[in-house]
């Protein structure tokens, strides 16, 4: 086919629509800001052991979805957590082996941070914070879509004020979450997870080793969107005796013995709102945006979610070849 594909982001999305489109023969690259390939499909070493600090689990509720975690799973590098209807999968190891595994065999230049994006005699340019300039005849934006909007913003690409305003409504939550280090285990639930009922603040706690990620003690507890926001003034050490003294609360009959804490912010875990479509393509530009938060208006769990991702990814895959197959007829 010859065109050449340009992704941001090597998260559930950009890493799908990479595969998708490499399986179409198009020459892509992938540019990633991090050290490695995951997103918010992210793991922390912690000690000997290892904790997830972004997503804690997927479900499943499509065919295509399913398809690919049986690949996974039969691969090892995936596996069943718990739960029949909608099952919960998680990393065999965490989130980000998982995600380095399904890298495997696409071009990734890590460490890329992408700041500009123009369109220039039909190629569109993407150029880097060390003013690399890379050319492509697509590009696919997948970074959460505030990111995506300030990378537009920088540019002079001709965006319509309606998509821009259509856009711009999309907001996501912070959130802290507090990496426990215990001298011994806690039980946290049956399953190593706690969802329900929970002090103020907080959205879950997971214990990792009875997730079966790692063989220590390593709790995650994760605060949701509003006390984040209202803690954001505090010094990292009040907000995680904050997060520890509410853990506490959660499991009055355990003691909690601390051995090492950390704290870990996103500026975006998941979307307030989604967009009613699956990618969005710039008015009359080879330039597309895709994510966890381009859902079909018809998704059943309507939630920006790793499967949200992955289907994003697939259908703004479909969407460039079909465009690339119209332009060179
Ligand atoms: C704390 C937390 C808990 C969660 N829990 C769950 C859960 O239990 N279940 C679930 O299904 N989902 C959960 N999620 C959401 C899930 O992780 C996301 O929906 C999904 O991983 C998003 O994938 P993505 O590819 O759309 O975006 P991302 O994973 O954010 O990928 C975007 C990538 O773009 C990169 N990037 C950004 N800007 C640039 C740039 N300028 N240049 C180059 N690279 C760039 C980023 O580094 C990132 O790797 C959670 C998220 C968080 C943060």
């Not at 950009?14 to 179409?24: D, F, N, P, R």
Request: aromatic share 8%; with cysteine; net charge negative.
């Amino acid at each position: 086919m010859g065109s050449t594909i340009g992704i941001i982001g090597a998260g559930m999305a950009g890493l799908t629509a990479a595969h998708q489109l490499k399986q179409e023969g198009y020459e892509v690259t992938v540019f990633e800001k991090s050290t490695s390939p995951g997103g918010r499909m992210a793991t922390r070493r912690v000690g000997n052991g290892r904790m997830d600090h972004g997503a804690v689990f997927f479900t499943v509720r499509t065919e295509a979805f399913q398809k690919q975690v049986d690949e996974w799973v039969n691969e090892g590098a995936a596996r069943h957590w718990f739960g029949d209807d909608h099952p919960r999968y998680v990393g065999t190891e965490g989130m980000n082996p998982l995600m380095k595994q399904y890298a495997k065999g696409l071009t990734i230049q890590l460490e890329t941070k992408i700041t500009d994006i123009q369109y220039e005699d039909d190629k569109v340019m993407v150029a880097d914070e060390n003013g690399n300039r890379h050319l492509f005849d697509s590009v696919v934006l997948t970074s959460p879509l505030p990111q995506t909007i300030e990378v537009l913003n920088g540019s002079t690409l001709p965006i319509s004020k309606d998509q821009r305003a259509e856009l711009g409504k999309i907001t996501f939550e912070p959130s802290y979450v507090g990496l426990f280090d215990l001298k011994f285990p806690v039980e946290i639930g049956e399953k190593g997870l706690l969802d329900d009922d929970l002090p103020k603040g907080i959205l879950k706690i997971v214990a990792n080793d009875q997730k079966g990620i790692t063989d220590s003690p390593l709790v995650s507890v994760y605060m949701d969107g509003e006390w984040t926001k209202s803690h954001d003034s505090e010094s990292k050490a009040d907000i995680l005796s904050d997060i520890l003294n509410r853990f506490r609360r959660a499991v009055p009959d355990q003691e909690v013995a601390i051995a090492a804490k950390q704290l870990k912010r996103w500026q975006y875990s998941q979307a307030e709102a989604f967009f009613p479509a699956t990618y969005v393509k710039l008015d009359h530009l080879p330039v597309y945006l895709a994510g966890d938060c381009f859902l079909d208006p018809d998704d059943e769990a309507a939630g920006s979610r790793v499967e949200s991702a992955y289907l994003s990814g697939v259908d703004v895959a479909g969407a460039i070849h079909k465009d690339r197959k119209d332009a060179v007829k």
